[in-house]
């Protein structure tokens, strides 16, 4: 199989910036793949963009092309059965991070200035950490849903990808125009330690913290696992809400059939109770946000995985628990004394892009 970072590309003439686009986010005149075969054998061109393109457009963006992905955007790999694997620019023998694989080669790589992600468990930062670049996870429900294929839409969100935070604020002013980056950044920042933590990429986090001047004060968080498997549980039930009509269809892979089967188990109050703990875990996220401006952990426990490995939601752990909330976040590489960088992750209040960003600058411009 051919490996691959696009799944369609597209000779734009736009006079903006390079974008390249998820392939489960509808570009007029393109077909929505969702990375899978099962959706690309019915699948028409797009009528029209999703609404989340308009900013793009407006700005005469040249769109590169539809990006490979994780089926369905159901997985944290990148790894693709019929599309091929987008190659880690930082080791070809380690996965590129999934679910948006080919948004964090494709600007890894130099084919984009920018590209559009989706995440729902992690989907635009784990790639972000494993290529060694910069991704938003926005606030839920900032960025409109219309036109993207969806996975678990109570946790779905579209952000931005680029190699710096100078991209991501690009990428933002595309998605929402008129975003501006906060004037002043936060200077108070929570630690907090993700268990089972590679100790480099701990040392990476504090020396980068330190580097920037911030004060930093260790926070505990609980609830965080918990949130981990509530996060797992709503997920793993809309997933099968909206997919499970491709059960059995040729050209849906083993392994996300199998993933999707699992919500066939998810009882109603199994998710109920799910829901009971989000609302838990956003009020203790809340207070934390009473006594510091930022939380600073690591995006992923680990480096990347090699690409045959069954490690795959281990990537998660870092990343899960913040889609239940609904917070935004920023996944940001900061150097390490090895040849991998580690990815510093930032989570602010709702709604509080600006200000992450503008942190983000101040950490990027300390270490680099």
Same mark, same amino acid.
């Given at each position: 199989?051919?490996?691959?970072?696009?799944?369609?590309?597209?000779?734009?003439?736009?006079?903006?910036?390079?974008?390249?686009? !998820?392939?489960? &986010?509808?570009?007029?005149?393109?077909?929505?793949?969702?990375?899978?075969?099962?959706?690309?054998?019915?699948?028409?061109?797009?009528?029209?963009?999703?609404?989340?393109?308009?900013?793009?457009?407006?700005?005469? $963006?040249?769109?590169?092309?539809?990006?490979?992905?994780?089926?369905?955007?159901?997985?944290?790999?990148?790894?693709?059965?019929?599309?091929?694997?987008?190659?880690?620019?930082?080791?070809?023998?380690?996965?590129?991070?999934?679910? =948006?694989?080919?948004?964090?080669?494709? &600007?890894?790589?130099?084919?984009?200035?920018?590209?559009?992600? =989706?995440?729902?468990?992690?989907?635009?930062? @784990?790639?972000?950490?494993?290529?060694?670049?910069?991704?938003?996870?926005?606030?839920?429900?900032?960025?409109? %849903?219309?036109?993207?294929?969806?996975?678990?839409?109570?946790?779905?969100?579209?952000?931005? /990808?680029?190699?710096?935070?100078?991209?991501?604020?690009?990428? /933002?002013?595309?998605?929402?125009?008129?975003?501006?980056?906060?004037?002043?950044?936060?200077?108070?920042?929570?630690?907090?330690r993700l268990p089972n933590?590679?100790?480099?990429?701990?040392?990476?986090?504090?020396?980068?913290?330190?580097?920037?001047?911030?004060?930093?004060?260790?926070?505990?968080?609980?609830?965080? /696992?918990?949130?981990?498997?509530?996060?797992?549980?709503?997920?793993?039930?809309?997933?099968?809400? %909206?997919? =499970?009509?491709?059960?059995?269809?040729?050209?849906?892979?083993?392994?996300?059939?199998?993933? @999707?089967?699992?919500?066939?188990?998810?009882?109603?109050?199994?998710?109920?109770?799910?829901?009971?703990?989000? !609302?838990?875990?956003?009020?203790?996220?809340?207070?934390?946000?009473?006594?510091?401006?930022?939380?600073?952990?690591?995006?992923?426990? /680990?480096?990347?995985?090699?690409?045959?490995?069954?490690?795959?939601?281990? %990537?998660?752990?870092?990343?899960?628990?913040?889609?239940?909330?609904?917070?935004?976040?920023?996944?940001?590489?900061?150097?390490?004394?090895?040849?991998?960088? $580690?990815?510093?992750?930032?989570?602010?209040p709702h709604n509080s892009?600006?200000?992450?960003?503008?942190?983000?600058?101040? &950490?990027?411009? $300390?270490?680099?």
């Amino acid at each position: 199989m051919r490996v691959t970072t696009f799944i369609t590309r597209l000779e734009g003439s736009g006079s903006g910036p390079r974008l390249a686009v !998820k392939d489960l &986010i509808d570009v007029e005149g393109v077909p929505t793949t969702a990375g899978s075969r099962a959706v690309a054998d019915a699948a028409e061109p797009a009528e029209k963009d999703a609404p989340c393109m308009q900013g793009a457009r407006a700005a005469d $963006a040249r769109i590169v092309g539809k990006t490979n992905l994780h089926e369905l955007a159901f997985g944290a790999t990148g790894v693709n059965v019929w599309y091929g694997t987008p190659v880690n620019p930082l080791d070809p023998t380690l996965v590129p991070g999934g679910s =948006s694989s080919g948004s964090a080669v494709a &600007i890894a790589s130099g084919e984009a200035d920018v590209a559009y992600g =989706s995440d729902t468990g992690g989907s635009v930062r @784990i790639p972000s950490a494993c290529c060694g670049t910069a991704g938003l996870k926005t606030t839920h429900g900032r960025i409109p %849903l219309e036109g993207v294929w969806p996975l678990a839409l109570s946790l779905d969100t579209v952000g931005p /990808m680029a190699r710096d935070v100078a991209g991501l604020v690009l990428g /933002m002013q595309l998605l929402e125009p008129g975003f501006s980056v906060a004037g002043a950044a936060p200077t108070a920042v929570g630690r907090f330690r993700l268990p089972n933590t590679d100790p480099a990429i701990d040392d990476a986090i504090d020396r980068a913290l330190a580097t920037a001047e911030l004060e930093v004060v260790d926070v505990d968080l609980p609830g965080w /696992m918990k949130a981990f498997t509530d996060n797992g549980v709503i997920l793993i039930a809309e997933a099968f809400a %909206l997919d =499970s009509h491709l059960l059995g269809k040729d050209g849906l892979g083993e392994a996300v059939a199998t993933r @999707i089967e699992l919500g066939r188990g998810v009882a109603a109050e199994n998710v109920e109770q799910a829901e009971a703990g989000r !609302k838990d875990w956003q009020r203790e996220l809340a207070q934390i946000f009473e006594r510091v401006e930022v939380i600073a952990l690591p995006t992923m426990p /680990m480096f990347p995985i090699p690409v045959d490995s069954d490690k795959e939601f281990d %990537l998660t752990i870092g990343t899960g628990s913040i889609n239940l909330s609904g917070n935004p976040a920023l996944a940001l590489p900061v150097p390490t004394n090895g040849r991998l960088p $580690a990815s510093l992750q930032l989570v602010g209040p709702h709604n509080s892009e600006d200000r992450l960003l503008a942190l983000g600058q101040v &950490i990027e411009g $300390a270490v680099s």
